[in-house]
Nanobody, 116 residues
Framework: QVQLVESGGGLVQAGGSLRLSCKAS????????MGWYRQAPGKQRDLVATVNPGGNENYADPVKGRFTISRDNDRTTLYLQMSSLKPEDTAVYYC??????????WGQGTRVTVSS
């Protein structure tokens, strides 16, 4: 069980950029497929980007070409660089393993609001 703390969200105009960070209390980022999720009020929490321990990245179609997932050299931090933001990107963003488990709780997330 690893603590996950997301940060970096905020209010940004459409077309702008934000970089989200996810700090893990352990080495989960190094040993598991990690993902960024987002959830808008009343909607499902959707997986939008993943990276495996080998560095292979995958993206959901709505964010492909605009978001980049990456890891820091300390093995404990996951990033999501978001560019060309759209109002539809407005959500609370979370990091976790790419396959959620009851044994791994969610963090509080970080809120991203994109104004039109």
């Amino acid at each position: 069980q690893v603590q996950l703390v997301e940060s970096g969200g905020g209010l940004v105009q459409a077309g702008g950029s934000l970089r989200l960070s996810c700090k893990a209390s352990g080495s989960i980022v190094s040993f598991y497929n990690m993902g960024w999720y987002r959830q808008a009020p009343g909607k499902q929490r959707d997986l939008v980007a993943t990276v495996n321990p080998g560095g292979n990245e995958n993206y959901a179609d709505p964010v492909k070409g605009r978001f980049t997932i990456s890891r820091d050299n300390d093995r404990t931090t996951l990033y999501l660089q978001m560019s060309s933001l759209k109002p539809e990107d407005t959500a609370v963003y979370y990091c976790n393993t790419a396959v959620p488990s009851p044994r791994q709780p969610w963090g509080q997330g970080t809120r991203v609001t994109v104004s039109s």
